[in-house]
């Protein structure tokens, strides 16, 4: 009998909609050329738009309903009353769906958070109109509202606008809140761009107000990356000392944290300043002494030495992507399409303090248009070239030292390229490129990006934008014991 109701409701909206669809005026009419099976094409004659401000319509002036919803927050202290349709409810939502068929009265009440209630009306309005305008603040009570009633293409939209916005200014930061609620919500897709934004612009974030609010989770998932982009290891220490003064988190938390940093990264001159000045090493001094010390050998004695005795892989002996002149230089190419470019800088041969005072000269060359072998010109025995297609080409970018040299025993150099892009006006890390050499290794290196549109968020005052990173990699030489 409930059943047969809803159908019989549903059936007196389709009425009440025909009757305010009305006479109207003349739609689109489209051609469809294909044929019909009669030797001719067929038309369409559109009114999708005036549809949708019908059903618009029928919910703001309440025309034909048959459904009240009330919506209250858990004190009941905001309670909203809206006038819907069963039938657009149900075919937008299979949470609705069951709701109506088991219902026994023309009133419905629903239980929301009052961030949810807030913008429950635009949530209600999507559902009839299809298309929803929304703020910063508001995408997380959406998305939660989308979940919650399975409506999956408003909640595939609104993940794919927080994916798009994280660079946006907000006044006190919205992308560690919307990571936390992606953890919250298992949307792998929104939690890890939100990390990875993070990560990657971390800088800023240290700058920010957002830093000091970040749970002790995102911090350690942060602290475990190698990846982080920043100006050197004693910025992220800096960040490390502001959070554990605001939050004072329990004594297990704040050692994790100070034992993330990776002390050895830091010239010597900077571990006895922190050791001298720094209050929070200084109370948790003991939890860290055996990285102080082994940081302190590390840069005492070569690389080499070190690694005869101590696993130099372990993250302690790992650089992060650092942007201090030491580790690498910014390269900013204008009008990257036009022809090859290259450059030169110099690093420090290796972090520890045995090897600050040696430097590599380092040799770049970007080629915007770098073939490979298949698709270049081939030649006949005769000389002659055999025809083949040339077009396209991808970028590319190799790196090499100037000249070889004994010292470079025992490392390897890993060269990361990052490119920046322009944002809701910001400049933020659009690209990381890992590489030994070439980031032909890579595959997909600049593969999405238009050089040659002025336009492009790739392109800076039509220059593109990149750093390179040259990170030394020590091996080690510890033989096993049988």
């Not at 001719?40 to 002036?61: F, K, N, P």
């Not at 297609?389 to 004994?406: E, K, L, N, Y």
């Not at 336009?455 to 990173?469: A, C, K, Q």
């Amino acid at each position: 009998m409930v059943q047969q109701g809803v159908q019989t409701q549903a059936g007196m909206l389709f009425v009440a909609l025909c009757l305010h669809m009305g006479a109207a005026t003349a739609g689109m009419l489209k051609v469809d050329m294909t044929s019909d099976g009669n030797g001719g094409g067929g038309d369409t004659i559109s009114h999708s738009l005036t549809l949708v401000q019908r059903l618009e319509a029928l919910l703001i002036q309440g025309n034909g309903s048959d459904l009240s919803l009330r919506v209250e927050t858990p004190s009941a202290d905001e309670v909203k009353v809206i006038q819907a349709h069963s039938l657009v409810l149900s075919l937008q939502s299979p949470v609705f769906e069951e709701i109506l068929l088991s219902r026994n009265s023309s009133k419905l009440v629903l239980k929301e958070s009052s961030d949810c209630a807030a913008v429950f009306d635009k949530f209600i309005r999507y559902l009839y109109c299809g298309e929803i305008s929304l703020r910063l603040d508001q995408a997380t009570p959406l998305h939660k509202l989308a979940t919650k009633y399975q409506v999956t293409g408003l909640q595939q939209g609104i993940t794919q606008y927080m994916t798009q916005n994280l660079a946006r200014e907000s006044t006190s930061g919205h992308v560690a809140g919307w990571y936390e609620y992606a953890v919250q919500a298992g949307d792998v897709t929104l939690r890890d761009s939100c990390i990875q934004f993070m990560a990657w612009n971390l800088s800023s974030v240290l700058q920010s107000g957002e830093w000091v609010t970040i749970s002790s989770q995102l911090l350690m998932s942060l602290l475990q990356r190698s990846d982080l982009i920043l100006q050197s290891e004693m910025e992220l220490f800096a960040g490390i000392e502001a959070w554990i003064i605001q939050n004072e988190p329990d004594g297990l938390t704040a050692e994790n944290a100070l034992r993330a940093v990776r002390y050895a990264m830091m010239p010597p001159r900077e571990l006895f300043r922190l050791q001298t000045q720094s209050a929070i090493l200084a109370r948790y001094q003991e939890s860290v002494r055996d990285l102080l010390y082994m940081s302190y050998q590390f840069h005492s004695a070569s690389p080499m030495q070190m690694a005869k005795y101590f696993d130099v892989n372990c993250s302690l002996f790992m650089p992060r992507n650092y942007l201090s002149p030491v580790w690498g230089s910014p390269w900013i190419i204008n009008n990257p399409s036009r022809d090859d470019r290259s450059t030169s800088f110099q690093t420090q041969l290796g972090p520890s303090g045995h090897d600050s005072s040696k430097r590599v000269t380092w040799n770049a060359l970007f080629s915007p248009r770098w073939l490979p072998l298949s698709m270049r010109p081939m030649y006949t025995d005769s000389g002659a070239m055999q025809p083949t297609r040339v077009d396209g080409g991808r970028p590319r970018i190799i790196i090499t030292p100037a000249t070889s040299s004994a010292e470079f025993a025992g490392v390897n150099f890993q060269k990361t390229v990052i490119v920046m892009a322009q944002q809701q006006g910001k400049v933020v890390v659009k690209h990381v490129y890992n590489f030994h050499q070439s980031t032909e290794e890579n595959g997909d290196f600049l593969a999405e990006a238009d050089l040659y549109r002025r336009t492009s968020e790739y392109l800076i005052d039509s220059s593109l934008f990149l750093h390179i990173v040259v990170k030394p990699l020590y091996q080690s030489l510890i033989t096993s014991k049988n």
